[in-house]
């Protein structure tokens, strides 16, 4: 599953990530991160079962932790399946299939919402 | 010598014994029977396209109100259309942006909730006459309470089109998507194989007066298209068609982030294969059609051709830039397109559809000039202040703060020892070196990541860049790194304000 890690500024310097790892033995996919001196976010795959304990060590080490669950949703209706939303998702959840229609794996969603703005046709959207 | 004639392949349309096959169809029915065979076999290749085309829009006539009214401002729901005709005729375009929702809503969105039946508000106001003495008006109407809504797209089907990608270091937003920085993907547009001018490009038998699928229905070409181009392989063609009859299946409302509206638009072209020469061309392969791809990161009309690349390439899903691999995007729909192609066919095996000559031939010898200014740009080296006092990065903060005081400028171009620029002081970057402690030179507090400026930089360049990174000057640096000036929000506002 995915999930989002903020860390705030008050702890950002601390090494909240590879600690927590350690503690739990659970290995954290790191597919995006983002760190400045003001905040850090990352966006990670972690197996179902270890979910519970990576989010016990992060959260008690003061960073928030949010399940990544409500995956991009494609508007059938609104889409003319041109393929825009392919060439900008980090998360390669978009493709074409054999009849050059969209395929989409959504369980790669990292809710960005990089695809929204590039859809002409305003056919992608986070909302659950 | 193959010949055959309109009235031959008519006849077999109206006895339903034509044969008639997509343009992706031919480059089989080509590969196997050759060109000859091809032509005897083959008599009408159908092609199509769907993909965003901003110059669409339609004219809409709206019958005479009482009392007559002689419209000279027209909106739809809030959306202006141009009326300056006759007195109830508006052309409403699909790049025109509403007063009051800007990006959300335009044009192409007017048109696409007038094929859908959807009630359009229409506000319009005059100055009133002695025949039109009415001065505003407000109403609700629907697509089925106009006398006409005719369609008439200046330049559609576009032969092929460039490329998009972009090298500058942020996301930009174009007509051609968002493009991500530093060559991070590629946008394309355009139909390849079934794209309808590169399967007839010598217009043997698109022009004038050829019947076509427009957006749904039965449309016509009225001519070349504006910026029509053959020269350069960039031919574009004029449309007509009757909204009245079209469908939203084929006529789509378009969002680009930050760029604006445009109107998707379903076009496909019926090829009759009159000889030898049209089934070669109607075989054309992705691999066939070439293009360019541009570096949308110059703001400028001569953008960089960064390589040649084939639509076969483009379909792989990703193509190499700068030795990178990097993702490709469709823009418009292959998907759409053979649909659309596929239709045409349906239409001409049933005989509802029929070929013709053009009754004129489209120019072959055409480019697109681009446009003649007789005033010149306002460059960067004509506003930028030259006698601009910089301060070396090993100087105290105070000797920076001592320069400001001095000078008029509130911004200090700093520079490293080989007297190339290293970095930027404000007054403001002084002001937190003397509340924070550990910053006593220059080098400590100054900002490093500057924003710069070409001296030969069109001032409308420098603007929007000091805009989009809410800075408020620039230096202005040559080639080898030097500081030689700086640009100030400020220098621009009053060159704007002599302007007026």
Redesign the interface.
């Known amino acids: 599953m995915m999930i989002k890690i903020n860390i705030s500024s008050n702890v950002i310097g601390e090494p909240i990530l590879a600690e927590s790892m350690i503690k739990t033995r659970t290995a954290l996919n790191i597919s995006q991160a983002h760190f400045d001196s003001t905040y850090g976010e990352i966006i990670a795959e972690v197996e179902t079962d270890d979910f519970k304990a990576i989010r016990k060590a992060l959260e008690s080490k003061g960073a928030k932790v949010t399940v990544l669950d409500y995956p991009i949703v494609r508007d059938e209706e609104e889409c003319?399946?041109?393929?825009?939303?392919?060439?900008?998702c980090p998360a390669h959840v978009f493709?074409?299939d054999d009849?050059?229609?969209i395929a989409q794996n959504t369980e790669k969603c990292i809710q960005c919402g990089?695809c929204i703005?590039?859809c002409?046709?305003?056919a992608l959207s986070l909302e659950k | 010598m193959v010949e055959k004639s309109i009235e031959e392949i008519n006849r077999r349309i109206k006895e339903g014994n034509v044969n008639v096959v997509t343009a992706e169809e031919m480059v089989g029915i080509l590969g196997e029977l050759g060109a000859k065979e091809a032509a005897k076999e083959v008599d009408v290749v159908t092609t199509g396209t769907?993909?965003?085309m901003c110059s669409s829009g339609v004219w809409l006539n709206f019958g005479h109100p009482e009392p007559p009214m002689k419209m000279n401002k027209v909106f739809l729901n809030g959306v202006e259309a141009y009326s300056g005709v006759a007195a109830v005729d508006a052309f409403i375009g699909a790049g025109q942006l509403s007063e009051t929702e800007g990006f959300d809503y335009g044009g192409a969105h007017v048109i696409e909730d007038l094929i859908r039946g959807k009630s359009i508000d229409l506000h319009a106001t005059s100055y009133g006459t002695d025949c039109y003495p009415r001065k505003t008006l407000d109403t609700t109407l629907n697509i089925y309470d106009l006398n006409q809504a005719i369609m008439i797209n200046p330049r559609n089907g576009y032969q092929k089109y460039n490329v998009a990608t972009n090298g500058i270091n942020r996301t930009i937003?174009t007509y051609m998507?968002?493009l991500?920085p530093n060559y991070g993907?590629?946008?394309y547009s355009g139909a390849g194989v079934l794209s309808p001018l590169s399967n007839d490009p010598d217009y043997q038998t698109i022009g004038v007066g050829t019947p076509i699928f427009l957006g749904g229905t039965k449309g016509h070409i009225i001519g070349e298209g504006t910026q029509h181009s053959p020269e350069t392989n960039f031919g574009t063609l004029m449309l007509r068609g009757d909204l009245k009859d079209m469908s939203a299946d084929y006529i789509?409302a378009?969002?680009?982030?930050e760029y604006g509206t445009?109107l998707?638009v379903g076009m496909g072209i019926p090829i009759p294969i009159l000889n030898e020469q049209l089934a070669q061309s109607t075989a054309v392969t992705d691999k066939d059609v070439v293009t360019n791809v541009l570096d949308y990161g110059v703001p400028s009309r001569d953008r960089p051709v960064l390589r040649k690349v084939n639509y076969e390439e483009l379909r792989t899903?990703s193509i190499e830039i700068n030795g990178r691999d990097?993702?490709?995007?469709?823009?418009?729909?292959?998907?759409?397109s053979?649909e659309i192609a596929g239709e045409l066919k349906k239409w001409v095996a049933a005989g509802e559809f029929f070929v013709n000559s053009p009754s004129q031939r489209l120019p072959a010898k055409a480019t697109c000039k681009p446009m003649r200014q007789t005033t010149r740009n306002p460059l960067v080296q004509d506003i930028m202040a030259k006698d601009v006092v910089v301060i070396d990065e090993n100087a105290t903060f105070h000797e920076a703060a001592k320069m400001i005081m001095e000078n008029t400028f509130s911004h200090l171009p700093v520079v490293s020892e080989d007297g190339k620029l290293a970095g930027i002081v404000t007054a403001w970057d002084i002001s937190k070196a003397v509340a924070e402690t550990g910053c006593n030179y220059v080098k400590d507090i100054m900002t490093k990541k500057v924003l710069t400026s070409n001296a030969t930089d069109p001032i409308d360049i420098a603007a929007r860049n000091l805009d989009m990174k809410d800075v408020s000057a620039m230096p202005v640096i040559d080639n080898d790194g030097y500081v030689i000036g700086i640009i100030t929000s400020n220098d621009i506002s009053k060159l704007f304000a002599r302007r007026r």
């Open positions: 003319v399946e041109c393929g825009a939303c392919i060439s900008v493709s074409f009849d050059w229609g990089t703005k590039m002409p046709h305003r | 769907f993909g965003a937003y998507g968002s991500l993907n590629v946008t789509r378009a969002n680009f982030h445009s998707y899903g990097t993702p490709t995007s469709s823009m418009s729909s292959f998907k759409k053979r």
